[in-house]
């Protein structure tokens, strides 16, 4: 790889600490994951959602967690919150296929109800045992942009002090790397909003993945 001046400025990294940093291919990464006993999350868990995408996409979207359709599926954002977010990709000019998608957490967290599988929030330390495999896949891609989808993704990239009803939509470097984050309403938040309210996150939302599509384009 010819030395960059992203390479110079040294690896975009979470700001969160990452004790060790995984290194391979996207397929090496991937297996390793899969092996992942870092945290308790992978036994119930029906398998390791990693990230999907080319090595090479430009830009990188990261979400929270898997839901119980990625689990079954082994991809990210195949359910309900990825339809919106696609079809929004979609809406500002960014085709699904050619970027990287992920979440700060690799496997579905969740409460058994009889034969429901109930949604729960990672802990801080599920979160922390995750965090070198986003820390790999940021080193493997170097992307230039990074979108941060809900808070979550937006405190692992850019801090604890991080709020999104501050900092949404506006263009963030990413530690001392050469990558630029955006954060943004997450899709699961949408849909469980209320209109009006639902409607102007849905519109901030397109505002803010048309800003990445611009930034990575300019
Ligand atoms: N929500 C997320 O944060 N990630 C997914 O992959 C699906 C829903």
Not at 80 to 93: F, K, S
Not at 168 to 196: K, N
């Amino acid at each position: 790889m010819p030395a960059s001046a992203a390479s110079r400025r040294g690896p975009p990294r979470p700001a969160k600490p990452v004790d060790e940093v995984p290194t391979g291919s996207l397929s090496e990464l991937r297996a390793a994951a899969d092996a992942c006993r870092r945290c308790p999350l992978w036994r119930p868990a029906t398998q390791t959602v990693f990230g999907a995408g080319p090595a090479r996409a430009r830009i990188m979207l990261v979400g929270e967690q898997p839901g119980a359709q990625e689990d079954l599926a082994g991809q990210p954002f195949v359910g309900p919150a990825g339809q919106l977010l696609r079809a929004a990709l979609e809406a500002a000019g960014l085709d699904p296929a050619r970027l990287y998608l992920t979440n700060t957490v690799k496997h579905f967290k969740f409460e058994a109800r009889g034969k429901r599988r109930l949604h729960q929030r990672a802990s801080a330390g599920e979160q922390a045992a995750c965090r070198p495999w986003l820390a790999a896949e940021l080193d493997r891609l170097r992307p230039r942009m990074v979108v941060a989808l809900g808070a979550m993704a937006g405190q692992t990239l850019l801090g604890n002090t991080f709020r999104l009803t501050m900092g949404r939509g506006q263009l963030l470097p990413l530690g001392e790397s050469d990558t630029t984050v955006v954060a943004t309403w997450h899709p699961s938040a949408i849909l469980r909003a209320r209109d009006p309210k639902r409607e102007e996150m849905h519109r901030q939302l397109l505002d803010d993945l048309q800003l990445a599509a611009e930034h990575v384009r300019a």
